[in-house]
């Protein structure tokens, strides 16, 4: 999915044809394709226009905000410097769009972890901003958010809150749409610097869509913030919501919904009476306007979230609720999901009778729902629960069957590649072993987006939390290849990266 910042966002009339066709691209799933649509049409305007023309720095602009969604903040940060090089330009609105190159700079400097230099940069965007707008114009203040955000990604809340405080006075006092956003970051700086004012005092005489869009941003946040802290902002802003428009709002839901994930994400450290409570009172919405499915979902979220509270059988009694209510609405694909993870559950409690009959039940439920993706995921966890009590015989052909269908890059294919690496070898298990698997799928990744007469050899270890790469080639490439290959290696690294960070 295609996420811009802000700062990064162009209406579709002001985007170049190169940059509407790379976002086609990315949407469709074509990283590298789309990086490279940008790539060639950045070499022809310099080429045709010279490095310091506006519509150059344009068009790197736009390669930066592709580089930065396919996770390549140091590509990036090399695209922005070539939008922001030469002298500011004297033409007003060039000097307007170089304003907003050197924001985008210096968040894909973030972005890249070199955050000494992107503090600089955007304090020398804010500084210049200042100058070119005067310092209580709302374009001031557009430069002011980023680097507060950057300083409370490094733990500086209390400096951070000073500026928002100047933000959402200047957006407030303009009447600008962006205090909707200003007002979020000053609630989270709030928080993370101790404070207990009320962060959204005042906020019942904005109208509904700036109370949209700060639900919006804020569900964007969590891409960035402290879960912990997102948590205490987000049951603020749920207050002010049901004091505004009652307990069935889609946005109290929404926004609900979002505590029991950030408090998820936090393990150990979350809070799983918050976590239990949110999920009780979506559930009761859902009851309420009758949507069922909705209903079903959120019970098996509450299930989870009791058995991680260490309350096994509330959660095994909240599994066999959502059963009931899935069969009521005849959803197979609901069914099957309910019943692996419901199966997974009695594994962990060692009820191994009871397990086998709801697992090898989703099974057959992802079977008949015809959903492929659901049929391997149901076929993988049956599988494995197999494999850890020995049974390799019935764990193998699960597994391949599993591993015909699905994404090589998805998290339970490389979970059963590494399983059945295990069978094949005689080993109980393959859970110790998922940097293997994830190698082979970065292999299997690589090798289906080059031309087939150009590698030798090409090796992928996972080692220190990292992926170690050694190629070698059949024949000399051209130009045009090897930088196809760098390029559909680097969108690997990003996508298995992630991989490893989302198994932590």
Known sequence: MLCMSPAMSQAA???????ARAIDLLRAGKSVEAEEVLVKAARETENRLGPHHPDTASIYNELGTILINVQNPKSAVAAYRKACAGPMPSDKAAAKDRLSYLMNLGMA?????????????????????????????????????PLAALLMARGKHAAALDLLETTVAIF???????????????????????????????TEQLPDDIIAEMAKFLSQRTREADPGILSQVFQDFIAMLRARYGPDHALVTESLIQVANLESSREQEGDFEARIRVAREVLD???????????????????????????????VDTYR??????????APVLTSQIRRNFGLLLADLHRDHEAETELAGAVEDARRSGDETMLGRAQIALAIFYQHRDRLEAARPLLEAALKTMNPAEPDAITARSHLQAVLTGQPCGCGNQGAAMADAFREFV????????????????????????????????????????????HALAEFRKKIRERK
């Not at 979220?301 to 959660?315: C, I, K, N, S």
Request: glycine fraction near 8%; charge should be negative.
């Open 172 to 202: 407030w006092n303009s009447g600008h749409p962006r205090v909707a956003t200003a007002l979020v970051l000053r609630a989270e700086a709030l928080k993370g610097a101790g404070r207990t004012d009320p962060p959204f005092d005042g």
């Open 321 to 330: 609720e959502a059963m009931t209510r899935a069969k009521r609405i005849s």
């Open 447 to 490: 090798h289906g987006r080059l031309p087939q007469d150009l590698l030798e050899k090409f090796d992928v270890r996972l080692q220190d939390g990292d992926f170690k790469v050694q190629v070698q080639l059949k024949r000399k490439p051209s130009n045009e290849e090897v930088e196809h290959m760098n390029r559909v290696i680097n």
């Open 109 to 145: 400097l973030q972005e890249a972890k070199q955050l000494d230099e992107a503090e600089n940069v955007l304090r020398e965007g804010c500084e210049a901003r200042r100058v070119f707008y005067g310092a209580e114009h709302a374009g001031h203040a557009f430069g002011i958010e």
């Open 13 to 19: 009339s002001e985007i170049s044809p190169a940059m």
């Open 285 to 315: 919405t859902y009851d309420r306007q009758g949507k069922a499915e909705e209903a079903v979902q959120t019970l098996q979220g509450l299930g989870l979230a009791l058995a991680e509270a260490g309350r096994p059988d509330e959660a």
